[in-house]
């Protein structure tokens, strides 16, 4: 059973940055995915970005030159580096892992997920 846990959210002025932690326990396989998410208050949830085990990357549009994603394979984590925030980056951002498959945008395809980090981006 995979563990998820992230951390660094908090609130931040708009132009500010912050970076995201997914720390990954009890991971099966060598092959997986992990991804972030958000949901905003009234929103459904969306895909931000996320990284193969092989190394590749994708973003959603909205964060594209602003986030980047990446992973440390010794300590089991991933990383979302998010710079030049804007009011609307402003949601509960979740980290999620997909085993054996490959990058996708659809939520219904991670099977592990954590508990969620708030992020608000505000005067």
């Known amino acids: 059973q995979v563990q998820l846990v992230e951390s660094g959210g908090g609130l931040v002025q708009p132009g500010g940055s912050l970076r995201l932690s997914c720390s990954a326990s009890?991971?099966?396989?060598?092959?997986?995915?992990m991804a972030w998410f958000r949901q905003a208050p009234g929103k459904e949830r969306e895909f931000v970005a996320a990284?193969?085990?092989?190394?590749?990357?994708k973003y959603a549009d909205s964060v594209k030159g602003r986030f980047t994603i990446s992973k440390d394979n010794g300590k089991n984590r991933a990383y979302q580096q998010m710079d030049s925030l804007k009011p609307e980056d402003t949601a509960v951002y979740y980290c999620?892992?997909?085993?054996?498959?490959?990058?996708?945008?659809?939520?219904?395809?991670?099977?592990?997920w954590g508990q969620g980090t708030q992020v608000t981006v505000s005067s």
């Open positions: 009890g991971r099966p396989f060598s092959s997986y995915v």
């Open positions: 999620a892992e997909r085993i054996g498959g490959m990058i996708s945008t659809s939520s219904n395809l991670y099977q592990y």
């Open positions: 990284i193969w085990s092989g190394g590749s990357t």
